[in-house]
């Protein structure tokens, strides 16, 4: 039962250069654990020290937002893509 | 930490961006107002300024889904759509090309790099670290300016965690 976790271009140097990790399905939290033990450097920047996602990480299961799901409780099934992408966003402000 | 809008630096000389390159820049602005647009530049080294890739700005969804998270919508800000920076990403990278510049308009106000655009580009995950940062003002409908920013890092501490700050510079057309 796996699930894939695509590294964007710019984490690759802190997943040792591997554009994909296969993981076993679960939870996205426990995919992060998994993510954590192959690439620990990666999941620091991801999760702050409370252990939630950064405010400027996204995490997508397949092409939906976790933000607009269950966060780390929403779940990875077998075969699910699961890709991380920092934030790109700025703008005039008020 | 306190962070102040970066005007571009009269003093410096102004960058020259080919005319197609920002003729396409400010055709997507024009379009996207009232709202900000985004997008990247792709190039390699030989050329930095190939292709415009337009990115769909989600600020708007997201202040509609979360306006407590997200309390500007996309006349105030971009939130720049993952998906199409991933594809333009990629895309780039099989051309043998990377992200240059990314881009994105004010609208209502100058072309400055303001407090929110140096909170993203500053973080320490930001995908392009060294990529240029161009912000063009569009006020009544029209492009009125644009200037070019960038990381510039302090001697002798090149690395992406070294200390930098951004210097902007104004633009120019090119006549290529």
Same mark, same amino acid.
Request: hydrophobic share 35%; aromatic share 6%.
């Given at each position: 039962?796996?699930?894939?976790?695509?590294?964007?271009?710019? $984490?690759? %140097? $802190?997943?040792?250069?591997?554009? =994909?990790?296969?993981?076993?399905?679960?939870?996205?939290?426990?995919?992060?654990?998994?993510?954590?033990?192959?690439? %620990? =450097?990666?999941? =620091?920047? $991801?999760?702050?020290?409370?252990?939630?996602?950064?405010?400027?990480?996204?995490?997508?299961?397949?092409? =939906?937002?976790?933000?607009?799901?269950? $966060?780390?409780?929403? %779940?990875?099934?077998?075969?699910?893509?699961?890709?991380?992408?920092?934030?790109?966003?700025?703008?005039?402000?008020? | 930490?306190?962070?102040?809008?970066?005007?571009?630096?009269?003093?410096?000389?102004?960058?020259?961006?080919?005319?197609?390159?920002?003729?396409?820049?400010?055709?997507?602005?024009?379009?996207?107002?009232?709202?900000? @647009? @985004?997008?990247?530049?792709?190039?390699?080294?030989?050329?930095?300024?190939? #292709?415009?890739?337009?990115?769909?700005?989600?600020?708007?969804?997201?202040?509609?889904?979360?306006?407590?998270?997200? /309390?500007?919508?996309?006349?105030?800000?971009? !939130?720049?759509?993952? #998906?199409? !920076?991933?594809?333009?990403?990629?895309?780039?990278?099989?051309?043998?090309?990377?992200?240059? @510049?990314? !881009?994105?308009?004010?609208?209502? @106000?100058?072309?400055?790099?303001?407090?929110?655009?140096?909170?993203?580009?500053?973080?320490?995950?930001?995908?392009? /670290?060294?990529?240029?940062?161009?912000?063009?003002?569009?006020?009544?409908?029209?492009?009125?300016? #644009?200037?070019?920013?960038?990381?510039?890092?302090?001697?002798?501490? /090149?690395?992406?965690?070294?200390?930098?700050?951004?210097?902007?510079? /104004?633009?120019?057309?090119?006549?290529?």
């Amino acid at each position: 039962m796996t699930a894939r976790v695509r590294i964007s271009s710019a $984490l690759r %140097p $802190l997943a040792g250069g591997r554009s =994909e990790l296969p993981v076993a399905a679960g939870s996205l939290r426990s995919v992060l654990e998994a993510l954590g033990r192959d690439a %620990p =450097e990666l999941c =620091e920047r $991801l999760l702050d020290e409370r252990g939630a996602l950064r405010r400027h990480v996204n995490v997508f299961v397949n092409d =939906e937002d976790v933000r607009f799901r269950e $966060l780390l409780d929403t %779940p990875v099934r077998e075969g699910d893509r699961v890709t991380i992408v920092p934030a790109i966003a700025g703008g005039r402000g008020a | 930490m306190t962070r102040r809008r970066i005007e571009p630096d009269p003093e410096l000389a102004p960058a020259v961006l080919p005319a197609g390159v920002l003729h396409e820049v400010f055709a997507h602005a024009r379009e996207a107002d009232p709202e900000e @647009c @985004c997008g990247l530049i792709t190039g390699d080294e030989r050329d930095p300024w190939r #292709q415009v890739v337009r990115c769909r700005n989600d600020m708007t969804l997201r202040h509609r889904r979360e306006p407590a998270a997200y /309390p500007r919508d996309g006349r105030e800000g971009f !939130y720049m759509n993952e #998906q199409d !920076y991933v594809r333009a990403e990629d895309e780039a990278e099989a051309r043998g090309e990377r992200i240059t @510049c990314v !881009y994105h308009s004010h609208v209502g @106000c100058g072309a400055w790099f303001s407090e929110l655009d140096q909170e993203f580009a500053e973080q320490p995950l930001f995908p392009f /670290p060294d990529a240029w940062h161009l912000v063009v003002s569009v006020i009544g409908g029209k492009v009125v300016d #644009q200037a070019l920013f960038v990381r510039e890092r302090a001697a002798g501490n /090149p690395g992406p965690s070294g200390p930098s700050r951004f210097v902007g510079r /104004p633009v120019v057309h090119g006549r290529w």
